[in-house]
């Protein structure tokens, strides 16, 4: 009995495990899907040099050419309230997780840019 119990309980860990992997593998970012998802970012991030002036002005960082991971990272970080800037957390609250995959794989193949 205890053996078969085990058998059940590591069957169910296993099991558990294969279908987290999969949710995980099944969002796979797309460049080409997200060129129509990025008009929000393009007026503050594809501006080199800009500073927003809300809540406080400060330099706004350009995005081409980091990684996908971070990318994704940061947007569900502030969809989940961890960062706190209000347009950015408006922004990654509207996005599905597919949409953060496709955004962060387009500006991850972008060549990065130095403001000047």
Not at 19 to 32: D, I, M, Q, R
Not at 40 to 61: N, T
Not at 66 to 71: F, G, H, K, L, V
Request: a positive charge; one cysteine or more.
């Amino acid at each position: 009995m205890k053996k078969l119990l085990a058998v059940l309980v590591l069957g169910a860990c296993a099991a558990a495990v294969t279908s987290t992997a999969a949710l995980a593998a099944e969002v796979v970012g797309n460049p080409k899907a997200a060129q129509s998802k990025v008009e929000m970012c393009i007026g503050c991030h594809g501006i080199p040099g800009y500073k927003a002036s809300f809540p406080e002005v400060y330099p706004v960082p350009m995005i081409g050419g980091q990684s996908a991971r971070y990318i994704e990272s940061a947007l569900h970080a502030y969809k989940k309230g961890e960062r706190k800037h209000p347009s950015m957390r408006g922004v990654a609250a509207s996005l599905s997780d597919q949409d953060i995959a496709d955004v962060a794989a387009y500006y991850a193949q972008q060549t990065a840019q130095n403001p000047k």
